[in-house]
């Protein structure tokens, strides 16, 4: 428990807590009375409103149209798997604002449906919910699959031998110990959507704002701190108050779960039924995902005189007095890759400690602790990232100038990941094989070794693609912190959003796309990797 207290600690709740006191501090003197009067203003009621019942309706959607693809991937096998499980994850390593581009370019003025039908979505809910599935596709998918491709089947055949039919053998048997898995999965998605920016931003128009959108707008825009600081404390107390029924939830559901090796899991479809279900999870694929993707890399080859590579030809240089960049925006491809293996590295550190400390039950300040590790996905990106310039500005931790302060804010996604991966696995571990090691005279250490790692050993993996792909994505905290000369690809995508011109728009579409293709290979490769008795990742 040492390593992910102090971690969090020292680059999570010092940053967080020195903001709001800036907020909500004059000469000294706190000053809540500030709290009532933002909270009563009606403007600031309807973004919390809004902010609400649109999670909860991204996440009903996301669960609905992936968790099919979760047993699609868990239970069949067909050509072209592994490519289309690493496709599915790009969109989610992402930054939103390329997400909300790509679909401002599908439904938005001159995008697809409006030159084929004349129908035009954005500015509306319904762009908003699509955007976040296509984001959140992938975070059912693996957190949901991962654990379904290891349950043992002739478990649901078992009940179907003794009268039960196929749902109800499903609902009974396979469901209940998908629970802790499909309970993770939906509160990523919730977080994620509670605390959804860009794809709000550039979406939703003047008329929707979530409270994340908010915050931004009453600090870089407003410069209203007091307001922006009431608005993160309400955030950071509905997703404590969200992760405490969740953890409660979840330990009541907890059950040793027999294990056993994907490999023996997975088989070619049989009968029309289960091949229209692989046809109807590959059709949303190419709906849902591949075709957004494919307006991006349409649009980065689309320059003034016709298709070619000028907009990637561009990136190879810095430009002038006024080009967006110091350097090469080119350089940023490298600068992500490096800072997102350091932040995955961290990442696993922090995020497998607690895991393992959390697997123990050691009494409510390490269950409570459990909830606490996702706070940084519900609290405002742009309050940890001006928290970092503000207290890591001293000796001994004087930051500002140095390149792991980047790496750091990253890893501060990754973790909650590799916590909410790895813990159902490890929790599944049926607790008498530890104990029947220890009897035959195993250490601690070895009895980790010889029992929980290879069983857990698949869970890390997908841990550290989902810490390294966040990484790779990170946007919020990462813009007020990467330097000029350092910039990531998503801070570059941004910079160059943000400015007029088709040679910047061009560029932001190649980098999007650069983007896109390292997280793709990157995937792939992770994809390939075999473990001795844990099956492909």
Known sequence: MAVPVAFFAVFFAYPVSAIVGRGLKTDGTWQFGRVGEVLTRPDILDVLWFTTWQALASTALTLLIALPGAYVFARFDFPGKQVLRAVVTVPFVLPTVVVGTAFLALLGRGGLLDELWGVRLDTTVWAILLAHVFFNYA??????????????????????????????????????????????????????????????????????????????????????????????????????AILAVHAVTVRRRERALRLVDPAQTSRR??????????????????????????????????????????????????????????????????????????????????????????TRRAGRLVRGFDALLMLPLGVSAVTVGFGFLITL??????????????????????????????????????????????????????????????????????????????????????????????????????????????????????????LMLVCAVSLLLLERIRTDRSGEF
Request: aromatic share 8%; hydrophobic share 55%; net charge neutral.
């Open 139 to 240: 975070v059912v998918v693996r957190t949901v699959g991962g654990l379904w491709s290891q349950l043992d089947p002739r478990q649901e055949e078992a009940a179907r031998v003794l009268g039960a039919g196929r749902f109800a053998a499903w609902r009974r048997v396979t469901l209940p110990a998908l629970g802790p898995a499909v309970a993770a999965a939906a509160l990523m998605v919730f977080l994620f959507t509670f605390t959804s920016f860009g794809v709000v931003q550039i979406l939703g128009g003047p008329a929707h704002s979530t409270l994340e959108v908010e915050v931004y707008r009453q600090t870089a825009l407003l410069l209203d701190l007091p307001t922006a600081a009431v608005l993160t404390l309400v955030q950071f107390a509905a997703v404590g």
């Open 393 to 514: 500005d001293k000796p001994p931790l004087d930051l500002r100038t140095s390149w792991i302060l980047v790496p750091l804010a990253q890893a501060l996604v990754g973790v909650p990941f590799v916590v909410r991966t790895m813990l159902p696995v490890l929790r599944a571990v049926d607790e008498r094989l530890r104990e029947a090691a220890a009897v035959l005279g195993a250490s601690p250490l070895r009895a980790w070794r010889e029992v929980d790692l290879p069983l857990v050993r698949r869970a890390v993996l997908v841990a550290a693609g989902f810490a390294f792909a966040v990484s790779l994505g990170e946007f919020g905290a990462t813009v007020f912190i990467a330097r000029p000369d350092n910039p990531t690809l998503p801070v570059a995508v941004a910079r160059l959003l943000g400015r007029s011109g088709e040679l910047n728009y061009g560029q932001a579409m190649a980098l999007s796309t650069i």
């Open 269 to 358: 479809p049989q009968g029309p039924g289960q091949w229209a279900l692989l046809g109807g999870v590959l059709l949303t694929a190419l709906l849902l995902i591949l075709l957004p993707l494919g307006v991006l890399v349409e649009r980065s080859f689309d320059g003034p005189g016709g298709y070619g590579f000028g907009y990637y030809e561009a990136l190879q240089s810095a430009g002038g007095s006024g080009s967006t960049f110091l350097v090469p925006p080119l350089e940023a491809v490298g600068n992500s890759l490096r800072y997102a293996f350091i932040a995955t590295v961290i990442a696993l550190v922090v995020g497998g400690l607690a895991a393992a400390a959390l």
